[in-house]
């Protein structure tokens, strides 16, 4: 574990944006119940394998409750073309969590949330205040250049050098002020390469908080203390709501979520934490929460229910400080937002804590046991 608070980064608060958008969620939500009810058909769709980085164009516009699984891992994709899935199939990442016991401490940690505050998508289509939101993903090919990167976190950070495009992605756009996550994936290798507070330099370097490199197919984890390009030093981009996935009509991975203010410990997968508070009652990196199952998801938009699906069979990770119950996803303009606005209608007593511990075949891999 990392000592000192050097490393803690609490992310931008979006205060205007999010007093505004929960009011929004709050309206559609109710008109989204009333529309959706009156026209929901009675014949759906089964849901399709998800859980790899398709190409997609559209969303969904039936979201199908997830089909039975026997176990508490989900299946691999099946498709030829999709055989690079977010983690491997018995990975933490895809483990179902519906089945598991409550933590003994999630009545705590649900109240130093916000019981009271809003589910939000943190993504979507379109700008806001004039700047894109969401955390794009730059597609790379093998024969990439590469380029020098100047960590600020270098003794915790991959090396490199890392092959980043001329026109890579920036999470908020070029001139975003927030915690410019550049996310690079290469399919044909299944690597993802990550940075935090990224910022191009004269010459075609960049410099970067910090930053790191994922084998998707592997199930090893960061050495012990280390941050990525996440506080908890966790991967990004197996915990992002994706529109492929969407589009199937079923997510089938833990989703990246943040929480206001953080434990100075981790649990595992996490493998570093961002805060100087030792208050028990604050969420660890790491932490596993689920929507409860007694939730009902009827009324919610399409796209809304497939993550609600989600969150409810394999949950999310805490994974950063930041806004109360903000959920990842990509920057993409195929998203509805008003559909994912009725989202906003869940507050934090919709959602429990999960102990994963017994899960665990060994602290240095996100394995987990059947």
Not at 40 to 50: D, E, F, K, M, N
Not at 219 to 237: C, K, M, N, Y
């Amino acid at each position: 574990m990392t000592n000192g608070n050097h490393r803690a980064r609490p992310r931008l608060l979006r205060g205007r944006r999010h007093v505004l958008l929960v009011a929004l969620s709050a309206i559609l939500a109710l008109l989204g119940a009333l529309v959706f009810t009156a026209d929901r058909r009675t014949a759906r769709q089964g849901p399709l394998p998800s859980g790899a980085l398709a190409a997609g164009q559209c969303c969904a516009t039936a979201s199908p409750p997830a089909a039975p699984v026997s176990s508490h891992i989900a299946k691999p994709a099946a498709s030829p073309d999709q055989d690079c899935a977010v983690a491997p199939a018995d990975s933490i990442w895809r483990t179902r969590v519906d089945r598991l016991p409550s933590h003994p401490l999630s009545a705590r940690y649900v109240d130093s949330i916000g019981a009271d505050q809003h589910l939000h998508p943190d993504f979507g289509s379109g700008t806001w205040e004039g700047k894109p939101f969401g955390i794009p993903i730059t597609r790379i090919s093998p024969d990439q250049a590469t380029t020098k990167v100047a960590f600020e976190y270098a003794d915790e950070s991959d090396p490199g050098p890392y092959p980043i495009p001329r026109d890579a992605r920036i999470e908020n756009g070029p001139d975003g002020d927030g915690d410019r996550h550049v996310l690079l994936f290469d399919r044909e290798s299944c690597k993802a390469y990550e940075l935090y507070s990224a910022y191009p330099q004269p010459g075609g370097t960049w410099k970067a908080g910090s930053g790191a490199v994922f084998d998707l197919r592997s199930h090893q984890l960061r050495p012990d203390g280390w941050t990525s390009a996440d506080a908890a030093g966790l991967p990004i981009l197996p915990g992002l709501v994706r529109l492929d996935d969407v589009k199937t009509g079923r997510i089938d991975h833990a989703l990246r979520i943040t929480v206001p203010r953080s434990q100075a410990k981790y649990v595992w997968p996490a493998r570093h934490q961002a805060s100087s508070d030792s208050d028990t009652a604050l969420p660890p990196m790491g932490l596993r929460l689920r929507l409860k199952k007694s939730v009902s998801l009827d009324g919610l938009a399409p796209q809304a229910r497939v993550v609600a699906e989600a969150l409810q069979t394999y949950g999310a990770m805490v994974a950063d400080n930041g806004s109360a119950w903000y959920v990842s996803g990509t920057e993409d303009e195929g998203w509805h937002n008003e559909d994912l606005a009725t989202l906003g209608r869940f507050t934090g007593t919709d959602f429990e804590a999960v102990d994963v511990s017994g899960l665990m075949v060994s602290p240095d891999s996100s394995r987990a046991r059947l």
